[in-house]
Protein backbone atom coordinates (compact mmCIF):
# COMPACT_ATOMS: atom_id res chain seq x y z
CA UNK A 1 0.00 0.00 0.00
CA UNK A 2 3.05 2.43 1.11
CA UNK A 3 4.50 2.01 -3.11
CA UNK A 4 0.58 2.93 -4.02
CA UNK A 5 0.44 5.78 -1.99
CA UNK A 6 3.81 7.22 -2.78
CA UNK A 7 3.13 6.81 -6.81
CA UNK A 8 -0.69 8.46 -5.93
CA UNK A 9 1.05 11.43 -4.69
CA UNK A 10 3.61 11.76 -6.79
CA UNK A 11 1.18 11.75 -9.43
CA UNK A 12 -1.01 14.20 -8.40
CA UNK A 13 2.19 16.42 -7.68
CA UNK A 14 2.56 16.57 -11.48
CA UNK A 15 -1.01 16.89 -12.52
CA UNK A 16 -3.72 18.02 -9.76
CA UNK A 17 -7.47 17.76 -10.61
CA UNK A 18 -7.14 14.40 -12.38
CA UNK A 19 -10.29 11.91 -12.48
CA UNK A 20 -10.67 8.95 -9.87
CA UNK A 21 -11.24 6.56 -12.56
CA UNK A 22 -8.28 8.01 -15.00
CA UNK A 23 -5.94 7.69 -11.32
CA UNK A 24 -7.06 3.82 -10.48
CA UNK A 25 -6.52 2.98 -14.70
CA UNK A 26 -2.33 5.10 -14.61
CA UNK A 27 -1.98 3.15 -11.08
CA UNK A 28 -3.55 -0.23 -12.16
CA UNK A 29 -5.85 -0.31 -9.21
CA UNK A 30 -9.32 -1.53 -9.09
CA UNK A 31 -11.61 0.97 -7.92
CA UNK A 32 -12.50 -0.21 -4.64
CA UNK A 33 -8.41 -0.36 -3.61
CA UNK A 34 -8.03 3.51 -4.65
CA UNK A 35 -10.75 4.41 -2.58
CA UNK A 36 -9.30 2.25 0.15
CA UNK A 37 -6.10 4.29 -0.56
CA UNK A 38 -8.01 7.47 -0.34
CA UNK A 39 -9.76 6.45 2.96
CA UNK A 40 -6.01 6.59 4.34
CA UNK A 41 -4.78 9.76 2.85
CA UNK A 42 -8.14 11.77 2.57
CA UNK A 43 -9.83 14.13 5.01
CA UNK A 44 -12.09 11.72 7.03
CA UNK A 45 -11.20 11.99 10.48
CA UNK A 46 -13.39 8.76 11.54
CA UNK A 47 -10.72 6.51 9.86
CA UNK A 48 -7.57 8.60 10.81
CA UNK A 49 -7.16 10.31 7.52
CA UNK A 50 -4.06 11.54 7.13
CA UNK A 51 -5.69 14.91 4.88
CA UNK A 52 -2.77 14.49 2.01
CA UNK A 53 -5.49 13.95 -0.99
CA UNK A 54 -9.23 15.63 -1.08
CA UNK A 55 -11.76 14.37 -3.44
CA UNK A 56 -14.06 16.87 -5.21
CA UNK A 57 -17.18 16.50 -7.33
CA UNK A 58 -17.16 18.18 -10.66
CA UNK A 59 -20.66 16.98 -12.20
CA UNK A 60 -20.24 13.37 -12.47
CA UNK A 61 -16.78 13.16 -12.01
CA UNK A 62 -14.56 13.00 -8.91
CA UNK A 63 -11.45 14.75 -9.12
CA UNK A 64 -8.65 14.09 -7.23
CA UNK A 65 -6.20 16.88 -5.47
CA UNK A 66 -3.57 17.16 -2.96
CA UNK A 67 -4.68 19.27 0.18
CA UNK A 68 -2.20 22.14 1.16
CA UNK A 69 -0.53 19.40 3.49
CA UNK A 70 -0.24 17.07 0.57
CA UNK A 71 1.89 19.72 -1.54
CA UNK A 72 3.94 21.06 1.30
CA UNK A 73 5.16 17.11 1.73
CA UNK A 74 5.41 16.07 -1.78
CA UNK A 75 7.85 19.39 -1.95
CA UNK A 76 10.24 17.91 0.63
CA UNK A 77 10.65 15.04 -1.65
Known amino acids: MEQHA ?3 LQLLAE ?3 QSIHRVARRL ?6 LQRLLTALGQDRRF ?3 DLVEQREDGNRILLWLTDKGRRLCATC
Do not use: I, K, P
Not at 28 to 33: A, D, F
Open 6 to 8: LAL
Open 15 to 17: EDG
Open 28 to 33: QLSLSE
Open 48 to 50: DGL
